[in-house]
Each structure stands twice: as C-alpha cells, then as structure tokens.
T-cell receptor
C-alpha cells in the first residue's frame, strides 16, 4: 500500500529552527508538496520538490531525496504565526495525491 | 491562483438528514475536487467533479451517499446524504492551478472548508 509518515506533533521555540520530516512509500513518484494549514483554515501551498535537493523560499526550505523516499521542511527564524499543521503530499505514478496526516507545529515564546 | 468560496462554513445537522455544500470558483476550471478531513487525519479525496460528465468517486465513496453536481465550469455542489455521526468532518473543495513557485507543477487551492457536526 501507499503510505506517508510524518511526526504527529512537534514543539519549537520562537526564533529557532525546526525540521519536519516526511517519509513516503508510493507507487511511483511525480513530485512532493508541502502545505501549511492553520487551525480552522484551508491548507495553503508552501513548496514543491520533484528533483533531489533543496528548494529555498525565504524562511522556508524543502529538501528531497528520491532514493531514500524522504523529504523535510525546514523553517528558520520561527515566528508565532508559524504555529500550524504542515502536510506532506506525494503525487504517485497515476498522478494521484497521497497525503500525510500532517505535523502539528507548536511554537512557544 | 484561484479564489474559492465555499459554504456553509459550518453546520450542525441531525442524523438522517442531508446537507449540500456549495463551491464557487472565480475562474473556469476543468476539474474540481472534493476532500474530507477528519480530526487528526490526512486529507481523503472523495471524488473529482468534471463539468458535463459524472463525477469520479474514489474507493470507499459512492454516489448515493455523496451526490455531486457540476452544472458549469465555476461551480459544484457536494451533498452528504442520510448523515450519521461518522460523517462529522471538514469537507473541502479544491481546484488545481499552476503556482509561480512550483516549477510548473499543478498545486491545489482549497476552499475554506465546511465543518459538519452530525448529532
């Protein structure tokens, strides 16, 4: 079966750096997405990786290793507004999106 | 990216009743997607709504329980029929578009969601 694993919850301190990991086992691979979802709101697109390596966008970076079935989302200079759930999703060989359950990130002052 | 209006934002429903959720997009799109998100769980695709044809349902979801309409390229409805407490969830509609920061990949834009509580 297809599966995406991410930690259920993480806690970090304002101003610090946090890395949210995502591992996947899917039938084929056509890209990996990270979405942010604040409580009570819709998910919003953060980043996309299809080739190995690091994609940087401001305070957020996303890394992919296809051979290891692994990605991480790196958040720097954490702000209170970064408290949210972070969803990892993989597009498989049939172009279906497989979603992880999300990682709830709690930022403490 | 597209702007999606979804309503109702929340509702409390009685067991056995049905509720229709509406989704309006500010641009014409070929496909609209209906998702369910139960507490602490991942997003689950219910069906894909295509204009001019029947919706395509994912495994575990059937048309009798979740009838979908797609009368034009900017609008869709999802009905949750004969509701039970197990249907309490957030229902989200979404569309694909190419984001400038996605290297040309299609990314999903979601409506704000409809939080249903079935008593």
């Amino acid at each position: 079966g297809q599966n995406i694993d991410q930690p259920t919850e993480m806690t970090a301190t304002e101003g610090a750096i946090v890395q949210i990991n995502c591992t996947y086992q899917t039938s084929g691979f056509n890209g990996l997405f990270w979405y942010q979802q604040h409580a009570g709101e819709a998910p919003t697109f953060l980043s996309y990786n299809v080739l190995d390596g690091l994609e940087e966008k401001g305070r957020f970076s996303s890394f992919l290793s296809r051979s290891k079935g692994y990605s991480y989302l790196l958040l720097k200079e954490l702000q209170m507004k970064d408290s949210a759930s972070y969803l990892c999703a993989v597009r498989d060989s049939n172009y279906q999106l497989i979603w992880g359950a999300g990682t709830k990130l709690i930022i403490k002052p | 990216s597209a702007v999606i209006s979804q309503k109702p934002s929340r509702d409390i429903c009685q067991r056995g009743t049905s509720l229709t959720i509406q989704c309006q997009v500010d641009s014409q799109v070929t496909m609209m997607f209906w998702y369910r998100q139960q507490p602490g769980q991942s997003l689950t695709l219910i069906a894909t709504a295509n204009q001019g044809s029947e919706a395509t349902y994912e495994s575990g979801f059937v048309i009798d329980k979740f009838p979908i309409s797609r009368p034009n390229l900017t609008f869709s409805t999802l009905t949750v029929s004969n509701m039970s407490p197990e249907d309490s969830s957030i229902y989200l509609c979404s569309v694909e578009s190419i984001a400038s920061s996605s290297s040309g990949a299609n990314v999903l834009t979601f409506g704000a969601g409809s939080r249903l509580t079935v008593l």
